[in-house]
């Protein structure tokens, strides 16, 4: 992938692994557009990065969702990436409480939203002479935490959903390509992480944005950042030790 001279729209691009690529794409030579539901958050962004062109967006929201496709439309047209990074992640325990209340935020963001928008986005990348897909899933979507079922669950289905997708696009000009990050030091989660990799296996996003850009640089359609690669290579196997903090 030529890392120069594109349009990319990250969501979820104000904070955490997002802003780290948004940040790095920027410097990089491309128009970057991030969007988000915070606009506080995307404004302390642009401060950081005066480039960066924001958007408040809440991906999961139809309405919100079209509004941008229609305002990306009629201002951006060489819209040549888009990056679905917007996530959100719940501890939840079926036991005692399973916060069933914000289960349709979690899915809805994670998994739905991402790909309504690149159904509605479709129609632009393929006027485009390249363009790419690229979805963040997780390293817990090869092998999950039980504390975040419902997190690991809509990583685990859009790394399903990315390979389906990459073999339907495979005769076009669009690449389709998944990130899995490993467990990278951001406020996902309410700024807590699951128990057993809190000192362990984590990166800072500079780190993960830096190595996933490589990747990216070296065409790779999977970008597998730290112990993202032997997550996929043993995936549930790892399973109980992830899980049991004894073992």
């Known amino acids: 992938m030529k890392l ?9 691009g104000a904070a955490g692994i997002g802003f780290a690529l948004a940040r790095s794409l920027s410097a990089k030579g491309n128009r970057v557009i991030i969007c988000g539901r915070s606009e506080s958050t995307l404004q302390a962004a642009q ?13 999961a929201n139809t309405e919100s969702r079209q509004s941008m496709v229609d305002w990306l439309r009629a201002n951006y047209p060489t819209l ?6 917007a996530g959100v992640q719940y501890r939840r325990d079926f036991r005692i409480d ?45 092998s999950p935490k ?47 992480r699951s ?11 500079e780190a993960f944005a830096t190595e996933a850009l490589l990747q990216l640089e070296a065409d790779k359609d999977e970008v597998l950042v730290g112990i993202s690669a032997e997550l996929r290579r043993l995936g549930e196997a790892l399973f109980e030790r992830m899980n049991n903090r004894s073992q």
């Open 80 to 85: 040549n990436v888009v990056i679905n990074n």
């Open 195 to 205: 128990e057993g990799v809190t000192s362990q296996m984590m990166v800072s996003p």
């Open 98 to 142: 399973p916060s069933i209340g914000t289960l349709d935020q979690e899915v809805g963001i994670n998994l739905i939203g991402p790909i309504y928008l690149i159904a509605e986005l479709l129609p632009a990348l393929k006027r485009q002479q390249e363009a790419f897909i690229i979805n963040v899933t997780s390293a817990l979507a090869f």
């Open 47 to 59: 401060e950081k990065v005066p480039a960066l062109i924001t958007h408040v967006c809440d991906i």
């Open 4 to 12: 120069t001279d594109n349009t990319i729209l990250i969501t979820g």
């Open 146 to 192: 039980a504390d975040i079922p419902v997190y690991c669950a809509t990583k685990a289905a859009m790394h399903a959903f990315t390979l389906s997708l990459r073999h339907q696009l495979k005769t076009t000009g669009i690449r389709v390509v998944e990130i899995a990050p490993p467990i990278v030091d951001t406020g996902l989660g309410g700024n807590t």
